[in-house]
T-cell receptor, first 115, second 114 residues
Framework: DVKVTQSSRYLVKRTGEKVFLECVQDMDHENMFWYRQDPGLGLRLIYFSYDVKMKEKGDIPEGYSVSREKKERFSLILESASTNQTSMYLC??????????????FGDGTRLSIL | GQNIDQPTEMTATEGAIVQINCTYQTSGFNGLFWYQQHAGEAPTFLSYNVLDGLEEKGRFSSFLSRSKGYSYLLLKELQMKDSASYLCAVRISNRGSTLGRLYFGRGTQLTVWP
């Protein structure tokens, strides 16, 4: 089974802190994604990566950055945390779309609270 | 942008059949996925459609009509454990891209009553 592991289930940080969320997958997937999920808004894509050191902005990249130094690891960085970044953060990975029926596989999520 | 619509909430009773609809207006369509998400848990993959027609997988089936921009997820013999949010997601692929990102609907919260 595909395993996507996020470093923390719950995290509490203070406004202005630099926050790192880590995600590791064990299936040698090329693609990795970071989403946030808020009530009534669904899943929104923050950033994604299709290869090591490659990244693309999603729909809501402001206030975030990412790092992908190794194929299995994709990090989300909140440069200076703000209260409106309190949310559930979900990491996912997948094979390239040419493997057309392969879905994205999600981690368990990190519930981040910014005080 | 991409527009994906699904009902916010649905209720049904144990043993019944429920159909969750999803309509989409997108460009570069390259497949539609359904996910199930229990409260506080990760979304898990249920089904995939890229061609018109019905895909059956046990108690769950998914239908796609590309010309109508329409899909539904059919759940039969409902059980209490089927109470969850069901997410419709459309994959969009641009010419030459190998990525194929997903656009998600806001999810349909299904409550199954005894």
């Amino acid at each position: 089974d595909v395993k996507v592991t996020q470093s923390s289930r719950y995290l509490v940080k203070r406004t202005g802190e630099k926050v790192f969320l880590e995600c590791v997958q064990d299936m040698d997937h090329e693609n990795m994604f970071w989403y946030r999920q808020d009530p009534g808004l669904g899943l929104r894509l923050i950033y994604f990566s299709y290869d090591v050191k490659m990244k693309e902005k999603g729909d809501i990249p402001e206030g975030y950055s990412v790092s992908r130094e190794k194929k299995e690891r994709f990090s989300l960085i909140l440069e200076s945390a703000s209260t409106n970044q309190t949310s559930m953060y979900l990491c996912a990975s997948s094979l390239p779309w040419r493997d057309s029926n392969q879905p994205q596989h999600f981690g368990d999520g990190t519930r981040l609270s910014i005080l | 942008g991409q527009n994906i619509d699904q009902p916010t909430e649905m209720t049904a009773t144990e043993g019944a059949i429920v159909q969750i609809n999803c309509t989409y207006q997108t460009s570069g369509f390259n497949g539609l996925f359904w996910y199930q998400q229990h409260a506080g848990e990760a979304p898990t993959f249920l089904s995939y459609n890229v061609l018109d027609g019905l895909e059956e997988k046990g108690r769950f089936s998914s239908f796609l009509s590309r010309s109508k921009g329409y899909s539904y997820l059919l759940l039969k013999e409902l059980q209490m454990k089927d109470s969850a949010s069901y997410l419709c997601a459309v994959r969009i692929s641009n010419r030459g891209s190998t990525l194929g990102r997903l656009y998600f609907g806001r999810g349909t919260q299904l409550t199954v009553w005894p």
